[in-house]
């Protein structure tokens, strides 16, 4: 099984596992989930399309209450 | 207030002048409060990693749907750490306006204005509308300006700290010079401030730390609403200058005199 990263702690993928599928299985919640991919911000249109693969880096952010 | 006086941002008309943080509130649900009390039509939000051990409600899931959000880059302290933020904010979905800060300087939380210029430049170039916080320099505002940005967001005193419009001459120079609006952003403390920075010819104030850290933070929202209508009409009546001391009651047929 291959492994990425999302916000530095390990996950395990499933066989080509997909953003919207890492975030389902990750259970996010939210309209906002903004996706960052070894540096490159993920289109959120792109989500059910983009597939993870071993050694990726995956950023999962947020909007959170801020000035 | 006047139905016709919008502020405008980048050809998108408000009917209010305040925009309002989200930031440092007790609860989300006070938050909420205070938002709707402000009367605000746009609030920032902050942009960071999800915890997923926590599972506490999403931040806009509070807010009502015709809110804009203006995503900010808080917490970057170069303009590649800005630009990244606000690559993944309108990637995810966020709006393409962002609240550019780029703060280098944990103390005092002063922007740095060469980064600023730079991400500023590379953001408008991507497609962004840019509303940048600064010091309150004149031609640091024209830089921004000629670059493109929307509105130019000087600091009244430094962020959280309340202390009022300590950089008032240097705003009104930039309100004087200004060809996009000038939103006077962070250090205001109390409404008379948001008044003084509208009165002075401010396009809009930003709030945060005044409202949530108030001891009622929903009363003080509509508090600072007052406040920026009070100041805007001001302004756009026209203020007296200021002069020497002239009597307001006649002074022929005075009673003691007869």
Redesign the interface.
């Given at each position: 099984m291959s492994v990425c990263t999302?916000?530095g702690?390990e996950h395990q993928l499933e066989e080509r596992e997909t953003v919207a599928r890492l975030l389902e299985r990750?259970?996010?919640?939210?309209?906002?989930?903004?996706?960052?991919r070894n540096g490159e911000?993920?289109?959120?249109a792109d989500y059910s399309r983009v597939v993870l693969e071993l050694g990726d880096k995956v950023?999962?952010?947020?909007?959170?209450?801020?000035? | 207030m006047n139905r016709s006086d919008f502020l405008e941002i980048a050809g998108r008309q408000f009917s209010s002048r305040l925009l309002v943080g989200t930031g440092k509130y007790e609860s989300l649900e006070v938050m909420a409060q205070a938002v709707a009390a402000s009367g605000t039509e746009l609030v920032t939000v902050a942009v960071r990693l999800v915890d997923f051990d926590d599972r506490a409600r999403d931040l806009t899931s509070h807010l009502p749907d015709d809110l804009m959000l203006l995503p900010n880059t808080a917490g970057a302290k170069t303009a590649e750490d800005a630009v990244r933020v606000a690559r993944l904010a309108r990637a995810g979905g966020l709006p393409d306006w962002i609240k550019l800060e780029v703060i280098p300087d944990p103390r005092n939380l002063l922007p740095d204005p060469v980064g600023t210029l730079e991400a500023a430049e590379t953001l408008v170039a991507d497609g962004f509308t840019v509303l940048p916080y600064m010091f309150p320099d004149p031609l640091l505002a024209r830089r921004l300006e000629e670059v493109g940005c929307a509105t130019v967001m000087p600091l009244a005193a430094p962020i959280g700290s309340g202390r009022g419009l300590k950089l008032r001459e240097s705003i009104a120079i930039m309100i004087e010079e200004a060809r996009v609006p000038v939103v006077v952003d962070a250090g205001l403390g109390a409404p008379s401030d948001a008044a003084a920075a509208m009165e002075l010819g401010a396009d809009a104030v930003l709030v945060n730390t005044a409202i949530a850290r108030a001891g009622d933070p929903v009363a003080m929202a509509e508090g600072f609403r007052l406040a920026v209508e009070a100041g805007r009409r001001g302004f756009l009546a026209g203020v007296m200058e200021p002069q020497l001391a002239e009597p307001s009651s006649p002074l022929t047929g005075l009673v003691g005199a007869s």
């Open positions: 999302v916000n702690r990750l259970g996010f919640t939210g309209p906002y989930a903004l996706v960052e911000p993920v289109d959120r950023l999962v952010a947020r909007p959170v209450a801020g000035g | -």
